[in-house]
């Protein structure tokens, strides 16, 4: 039942877009993110879509992951997308019948908000799907350490991470050990109505949770033989470095926002 | 090496887990202690890297009291500890980066880090794994990268407690064969804790605990000379031994320190050819 799921949605390759440092990555998609919000004219969304059809390609993965990543959000862009067709106040009436108005600026609207979103998802999750879970700990725990300063605990966030992603598999693992052996003893978890099956996951959540605090205890006794004691003069066996490649993709999302800064400046 | 005087621990007030234990580890002895469930041999090895600290009597550890804060981390560094469960110590998703995790906490330079890991894996043989996510390898392979992660750190005793006790027997092979040549080749101090008498006779010396304390130290030879005394101790003798035992009631003469198949082996096939 656990057995074919994968953490987050990293797809392996090596590809320039791999190897990109994740701090690098993590910034362009903010940078990005502002970029997307800062369109305000339908047409500068055909740069985005460049932007991301050319960053895809670069990444060598195929067009069907980044559309899969789209789809949990179907429901969403679509409602929003209704919302907006029939919500929006407009003058250029379209299509008129009791009290449904469409108008133009409400396709306009609708198209605008839908894309954006699409916009916004297909981009972020190019930087999901080129990066492993571990790099991007790694990078916001890096990003974050100036805010040490603060008292901000930037290395325990990443310790924790880090030790959920390491343990998700093994008590996946477990929790597939408890049901088969609950099945053995009579258990059903198939039939009867929600809250039947809601109950039904008791027994295996009960020892679930008592074989992860155990596990904690025993991972803690560990973490210390093995001098664990915080982030404090810690070093760290990979080191990330800014390369040129970092600096060149730094400067072609600038170059969209910028592109599109004036566009809207002076064209429109 | 380790030095430990006279020392008690109890968990709670009723009942005491050590009560009174001397024992001493020599450098580069490979030192098996032996005892059944509840004699105390956890507690033991956890007092040995400051895990625990004494109730009453000292550890000491290359001169070093367990009982003094600022020591801690020197007495980690150098007494590396592997536990029973392979899953339940590798902290990180990728086998190399929990190699390093130790070095990393000691604040050692990323290429020294490097050059120790990668040395690290190959003495247990798994540098073919370096990548990998734990949860992918096998029971034994876990515990081969919990020696590794240990091996990084430098450490001059490798405690192991109940390291085999989780492992099926090829992957409890595995972990045996490796300990034993970090012992042979590079003089590595072992602390083996096991409640398995068969797995002692590639040590030293052997010192079996019942109740919180030693009961008998010696050779693995001479400890299995008495079958019948361990037993009362809640151990059973390895296969072997019952058989040289069985055998000599039978009136067959054996050297009564042969323990291994291969001792028992020599010593019976001149007694088959004569017959």
């Given at each position: 039942?656990?057995?074919?799921?994968?953490?987050?949605?990293y797809f392996p390759g090596n590809s320039a877009i791999h190897r990109l440092?994740p701090?690098?990555k993590?910034?362009?998609?903010?940078?990005?993110?502002?970029?997307?919000?800062?369109?305000?004219?339908?047409?500068?969304?055909?740069?985005?879509?460049?932007?991301?059809?050319?960053?895809?390609?670069l990444s060598e993965i195929?067009?069907?992951?980044?559309?899969?990543?789209?789809?949990?959000?179907?429901?969403?862009?679509?409602?929003?997308?209704?919302?907006?067709?029939?919500?929006?106040?407009?003058?250029?009436?379209?299509?008129?019948?009791?009290?449904?108005?469409?108008?133009?600026?409400?396709?306009?609207?609708?198209?605008?908000?839908?894309?954006?979103?699409?916009?916004?998802?297909?981009?972020?999750?190019l930087m999901?799907l080129t990066t492993t879970?571990?790099a991007?700990?790694?990078?916001?725990?890096?990003?974050?350490?100036?805010?040490?300063?603060?008292?901000?605990?930037?290395?325990?966030?990443?310790?924790?991470?880090?030790?959920?992603?390491?343990?998700?598999?093994?008590?996946?693992?477990?929790?597939?050990?408890?049901?088969?052996?609950?099945?053995?003893?009579?258990?059903?978890?198939?039939?009867?109505?929600?809250?039947?099956?809601?109950?039904?996951?008791?027994?295996?959540?009960?020892?679930?949770?008592?074989?992860?605090?155990?596990?904690?205890?025993?991972?803690?006794?560990?973490?210390?033989?093995?001098?664990?004691?915080?982030?404090?003069?810690?070093?760290?066996?990979?080191?990330?470095?800014?390369?040129?490649?970092?600096?060149?993709?730094?400067?072609?999302?600038?170059?969209?926002?910028?592109?599109?800064?004036?566009?809207?400046?002076?064209?429109? | 090496?380790?030095?430990?005087?006279?020392?008690?621990?109890?968990?709670?007030?009723?009942?005491?887990?050590?009560?009174?234990?001397?024992?001493?580890?020599?450098?580069?002895?490979?030192?098996?202690?032996?005892?059944?469930?509840?004699?105390?041999?956890?507690?033991?090895?956890?007092?040995?890297?400051?895990?625990?600290?004494?109730?009453?009597?000292?550890?000491?550890?290359?001169?070093?009291?367990?009982?003094?804060?600022?020591?801690?981390?020197?007495?980690?560094?150098?007494?590396?500890?592997?536990?029973?469960?392979?899953?339940?110590?590798?902290?990180?998703?990728?086998?190399?980066?929990?190699?390093?995790?130790?070095?990393?906490?000691?604040?050692?330079?990323?290429?020294?880090?490097?050059?120790?890991?990668?040395?690290?894996?190959?003495?247990?043989?798994?540098?073919?794994?370096?990548?990998?996510?734990?949860?992918?390898?096998?029971?034994?392979?876990?515990?081969?990268?919990?020696?590794?992660?240990?091996?990084?750190?430098?450490?001059?005793?490798?405690?192991?407690?109940?390291?085999?006790?989780?492992?099926?027997?090829?992957?409890?092979?595995?972990?045996?064969?490796?300990?034993?040549?970090?012992?042979?080749?590079?003089?590595?101090?072992?602390?083996?804790?096991?409640?398995?008498?068969?797995?002692?006779?590639?040590?030293?010396?052997?010192?079996?605990?019942?109740?919180?304390?030693?009961?008998?130290?010696?050779?693995?030879?001479?400890?299995?000379?008495?079958?019948?005394?361990?037993?009362?101790?809640?151990?059973?003798?390895?296969?072997?031994?019952?058989?040289?035992?069985?055998?000599?009631?039978?009136?067959?003469?054996?050297?009564?320190?042969?323990?291994?198949?291969?001792?028992?082996?020599?010593?019976?096939?001149?007694?088959?050819?004569?017959?």
């Amino acid at each position: 039942m656990f057995k074919n799921i994968t953490l987050g949605q990293y797809f392996p390759g090596n590809s320039a877009i791999h190897r990109l440092d994740p701090r690098t990555k993590i910034l362009l998609m903010i940078l990005y993110i502002v970029v997307v919000f800062m369109v305000k004219q339908l047409s500068l969304f055909l740069l985005c879509a460049v932007f991301v059809l050319g960053v895809t390609l670069l990444s060598e993965i195929p067009l069907s992951y980044l559309l899969k990543s789209l789809r949990p959000l179907k429901w969403l862009i679509v409602f929003m997308f209704f919302l907006n067709v029939f919500l929006t106040p407009g003058e250029r009436v379209l299509f008129e019948y009791w009290k449904v108005k469409i108008t133009l600026e409400g396709l306009r609207q609708a198209a605008f908000i839908s894309l954006r979103l699409i916009m916004l998802v297909s981009g972020t999750s190019l930087m999901t799907l080129t990066t492993t879970p571990i790099a991007l700990t790694d990078g916001l725990e890096r990003l974050l350490s100036p805010f040490k300063r603060v008292n901000f605990p930037a290395h325990e966030l990443a310790m924790m991470m880090t030790i959920a992603l390491r343990f998700i598999p093994t008590l996946m693992e477990e929790a597939d050990k408890i049901m088969k052996a609950q099945l053995a003893r009579g258990a059903d978890f198939e039939t009867g109505g929600i809250i039947k099956r809601a109950k039904g996951m008791i027994p295996i959540l009960v020892p679930l949770f008592i074989s992860a605090f155990r596990r904690a205890d025993e991972l803690a006794m560990a973490m210390e033989s093995r001098c664990y004691h915080g982030g404090e003069g810690r070093t760290r066996m990979r080191v990330l470095k800014f390369m040129p490649q970092d600096a060149l993709a730094a400067l072609t999302v600038a170059f969209l926002g910028i592109l599109i800064v004036i566009m809207q400046a002076f064209v429109f | 090496m380790i030095e430990l005087k006279n020392v008690t621990y109890s968990y709670n007030e009723n009942e005491t887990a050590l009560r009174g234990v001397s024992l001493s580890v020599k450098k580069g002895e490979f030192l098996a202690i032996v005892g059944h469930n509840g004699s105390g041999k956890s507690t033991l090895a956890k007092l040995l890297n400051a895990l625990l600290i004494p109730k009453t009597g000292d550890v000491l550890v290359d001169g070093m009291n367990t009982r003094d804060e600022s020591v801690t981390l020197a007495i980690r560094q150098k007494v590396g500890m592997v536990f029973q469960n392979p899953d339940n110590q590798l902290v990180t998703t990728i086998v190399e980066e929990d190699v390093g995790f130790g070095p990393e906490n000691l604040g050692i330079p990323p290429e020294e880090i490097r050059k120790r890991v990668d040395r690290a894996l190959e003495t247990v043989g798994m540098s073919k794994y370096a990548r990998f996510a734990p949860h992918t390898l096998s029971g034994g392979q876990k515990q081969r990268i919990a020696i590794a992660g240990m091996l990084a750190m430098q450490p001059e005793v490798l405690v192991l407690d109940e390291a085999t006790a989780m492992l099926d027997p090829s992957g409890r092979r595995e972990v045996l064969d490796n300990v034993a040549k970090l012992n042979r080749e590079q003089g590595m101090t072992v602390v083996m804790i096991t409640q398995y008498m068969e797995e002692t006779v590639i040590a030293d010396r052997v010192a079996v605990m019942a109740k919180g304390l030693i009961e008998m130290t010696g050779k693995p030879a001479d400890i299995l000379k008495n079958s019948a005394r361990l037993r009362e101790l809640g151990l059973d003798a390895p296969a072997m031994v019952l058989l040289r035992d069985a055998l000599m009631l039978e009136g067959v003469r054996l050297p009564c320190d042969a323990i291994t198949v291969e001792e028992i082996a020599k010593a019976l096939c001149p007694l088959l050819s004569a017959v």
